[in-house]
């Protein structure tokens, strides 16, 4: 694949990334502005990210047979456009409705791009895809660390505004370039035989990886979304000094992605999901605690690297244990589970928070990654023996 091409599409995460986290960044000043209560504060969280996982299956399902560079500049214009519209109406029920329409371009980028980086990679895939989401870290780091300055400095319309434009760019880029660097126009041909096949894991036991997925993603988002409300209500800080300090969370990313991709082309991604998933239960049940302003930050880095550092290994697994799909279709299931844990937490999370306060909220939510940790072990297990009987037979 081109190099110019693995740029835009690398760049384009980054751009589409900033969507998915722009709505936690600024939702004190939404809290503020529409005099919302933590529970409604999540439940739109939850609207916007549900229509996302709704679109991510059904696009990613188009993605296999339609051009990708047309659906993902169509993807980048319609959610700059409508949350550009959103930035102006005053009206909560208006501005709600230009948010999830916006959701819809939001669902356009990753399945078509999971499925473009298989495709198109041939070698050193674990790279290919820490690099993917190292830029995606790149960019969120940048727009929470710009929000600290804005959001002292600038109304919700405006904040809303200028994180907009990079999509407006970005969708034109890929409208007027994506054709002539081919993305989504070059599949490698999959040459798999009925003998080879045999050593995949179950249509059972991706669905079992799915769900365990989702409930870690589950547990991990609902403290995400809610940490700069939870620096500004709990630890007391600023808004701006929050928004400064979840952009640390992102560093870990930077650190940890690139490291990460690498380790999965020479080791296994396996272990390395296993182990990031029991290391984020202590580092949210402490960060629960309050703890002192100078652990804050190195707790942050390293759920943050923790969680977005395991993309690589999460990316190549499900690529690994999809068997025949489509490979659009297949990362359209995967995100569609991402969305549907993103959009569901936010809402449960703001109900129990409005209950039992965030601290509580955020120990009580940290349980289930044990659960998951467990279920992973299991799920790797199967799959290993799986190998290792198939070798056996050969």
């Known amino acids: 694949m081109k190099r110019s091409a693995v740029i835009l599409r690398n760049v384009g995460h980054g751009v589409n990334d900033i969507y998915w986290f722009l ?25 916007f990210l549900g229509v996302a996982a709704l679109f991510s299956f059904i696009l990613g399902r188009i993605s296999d047979r339609f051009p990708r560079h047309i659906i993902l500049s169509a993807g980048f214009l319609s959610a700059s456009i409508f949350l550009i519209g959103a930035a102006f109406m005053e009206r909560l029920s208006v501005f709600v409705v230009l948010l999830l329409t916006a959701g819809i371009g939001v669902a356009s980028f990753h399945p078509a791009t999971y499925a473009e980086i298989e495709e198109t990679t041939e070698s050193r895939k674990g790279m290919a895809y820490g690099m993917f989401e190292f830029y995606g870290s790149v960019a969120i780091f940048a727009m929470f660390f710009l929000h600290g300055f804005l959001l002292k400095q600038l109304s919700l319309r405006n904040i809303i505004i200028i994180t907009s434009l990079p999509g407006l760019i970005m969708g034109s880029i890929f409208l007027w370039s994506g054709r002539m660097l081919q993305f989504g ?27 365990v997925i989702a409930l870690r993603l589950f547990s991990i988002i609902s403290v995400v979304n809610f940490t700069p409300t939870y620096l500004v209500r709990e630890v007391g800080l600023g808004k701006d000094m929050a928004s400064f300090a979840t952009s640390i969370y992102f560093i870990g990313g930077l650190i940890f992605t690139p490291i ?34 100078w652990v804050l930050p190195l707790n942050l880095i390293l759920l943050g690297g923790t969680y977005y550092g395991s993309w690589p290994a999460m990316d190549m697994i499900i690529a690994q244990m999809s068997r025949k799909k489509g490979k659009g279709e297949a990362f359209g299931y995967f995100v569609s589970i991402t969305a ?23 120990r009580f939510f940290s349980f289930p990654l044990l659960l998951c940790t467990g279920a992973f072990f299991l799920i790797f297990r199967v799959v290993r023996l799986g190998n290792t009987v198939y070798s056996s037979r050969r």
């Open 185 to 211: 126009s070059v599949h490698l041909k999959e040459i798999v035989s009925h003998e080879a096949d045999r050593n995949k894991p179950p249509d059972i036991l991706f669905v079992i990886l799915l769900v």
């Open 23 to 47: 709505l936690p960044s600024i939702l004190p000043l939404i809290i503020e502005q529409f005099h919302l209560t933590y529970g409604t504060a999540g439940g739109i969280l939850t609207a």
């Open 340 to 362: 549907i844990a993103y959009s569901s937490s936010p809402l449960l999370f703001g109900i129990v928070a409005d209950r039992v306060g965030l601290k509580l909220s955020m």
């Open 260 to 293: 990460v991709g690498k380790l999965c082309d020479i080791r296994s991604p396996y272990p390395v999901l296993l182990i990031a998933t029991g290391v984020i239960f202590p580092l949210i049940l402490l960060m629960s605690y309050t703890p002192p302003l």
